[in-house]
């Protein structure tokens, strides 16, 4: 008998449902072509759901979601609703309730995308940014002093843990062992100035390195530096480990570098024994264009390729979806933003789709 996997559908704010949708059915083309059934179940959580409702999210979600063995999400975020309210309320609260430890973010210019850096292609720009995704600035710790006065003083802290630094570290060793690349891992920081939380990261990382990976080259750079290379010289990374509120601010970079948000895919992972995973196109609802089939889906197809091999261990089949990615991206569209692709939402899934049943 086949087997089934059952996903959790969570469409979210604006043009998330419609991107979600073509996830969905490339990912259906995928379990029909690789002897797989896929169960899928929807849910209404976003910012319509809440205008109408004023509840955000269920207090069982988080327990209802365990059920499932991935969460498929399409963005949150809605022009309603002040910002904050649905990305604490939805978004990092299921990261921290579901203990989804790392935010894995491929950067990976496809054949026939357009990067803005001048001279760089495909063999240039193919690393992996592994971000801690429970603790540092996002754990909301902080308050006001003599609110709303002349006087007022804002507090937020960051708060990291040796164990957090531990087990994404663990998660960004493997993965640098298992890609089999330049078998290079880099700590991006700020060791000159967070000399607490980067001199923790730092002691964790060669403590770490020493003892367990000696096959593996250990490499620090400067958040800020970072930033420069990503730049000017892309092909100088392998597999990155950083922190939560830096991974955030690179990641939005390393999406531009590879062609922008229309196609950088996220995953929220909890690697651990029945642990559940959440995967995401990282680039927020854009609600302007909702409705109208121009939105890029792609990043969401990235998403779900990524939900594929990590949750289901549907290798064979996520790296098929991959394949046929790349073969749209470099043979059928014109451009990777909205209203440029010279197709539609749907038609650039319905494409990526057949290529997934041709067997590309
Ligand atoms: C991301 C987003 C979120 C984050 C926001 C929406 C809370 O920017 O997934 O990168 O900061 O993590
Ligand atoms: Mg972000």
């Not at 100035?193 to 060669?206: G, I, K, N, P």
């Not at 992972?269 to 409705?291: F, H, Q």
């Not at 790296?319 to 990615?325: K, Y």
């Amino acid at each position: 008998m086949a087997k089934t996997h059952r996903i959790a559908l969570l469409g979210g704010d604006g043009t998330g449902p419609e991107v979600a949708l073509e996830g969905k059915k490339v990912l259906d083309a995928a379990a029909a072509k690789y002897g797989f059934k896929l169960e899928w179940e929807d849910f209404d959580w976003g910012g319509d759901r809440y205008l109408a409702t004023g509840e955000v999210l269920p207090d069982s979600a988080a327990d209802t979601l365990r059920q499932f063995d991935a969460i498929f999400l399409g963005a949150i975020g809605h022009p309603n609703v002040k910002p904050g309210i649905l990305e604490k309320g939805i978004l990092l609260r299921l990261r921290f309730e579901l203990q989804q430890y790392i935010n894995l973010r491929p950067v990976k210019l496809y054949p026939g995308v357009w990067t803005p850096l001048k001279d760089k292609g495909p063999e240039h720009i193919d690393f992996v940014v592994v971000r801690e995704n429970n603790e540092g600035l996002y754990t909301g710790s902080g308050g006001f002093l003599k609110y709303g006065t002349p006087e007022e003083v804002a507090v937020q802290t960051s708060i990291q843990s040796r164990a957090g630094c531990d087990r994404c570290l663990r998660f960004a060793f493997e993965l640098t062992r298992n890609r089999n690349r330049a078998k290079t891992l880099t700590l991006v920081g700020k060791t000159n100035v967070l000399t607490y939380e980067y001199d923790l990261w730092e002691r964790a990382f060669h403590a770490m390195g020493e003892a367990e990976y000696p096959d593996i080259k250990r490499d620090y750079n400067h958040v800020d530096a970072c930033c420069m290379w990503f730049v000017k010289n892309p092909e100088w990374y392998d597999v990155i480990v950083v922190n939560n509120m830096f991974g955030d601010i690179i990641t939005d970079l390393g999406a531009m570098i590879q062609g922008g948000m229309g196609i950088a895919a996220g995953g929220n992972l909890n690697p651990d024994e029945g642990g559940v995973s959440m995967y995401e196109p990282i680039g927020g609802s854009a609600p302007k264009y909702t409705g109208k089939n121009v939105i890029n889906p792609m990043a969401a197809i990235g998403a779900g390729a990524m939900l594929l091999e990590h949750s289901l261990g549907e290798k064979k089949a996520a790296d098929a979806v991959e394949r046929a990615i790349m073969k749209t991206t470099a043979e059928k569209m014109k451009s990777q933003s909205a209203g440029q692709m010279g197709m539609g939402t749907t038609e650039v899934g319905d494409c990526v789709a057949q290529f997934v049943a041709d067997g590309v």
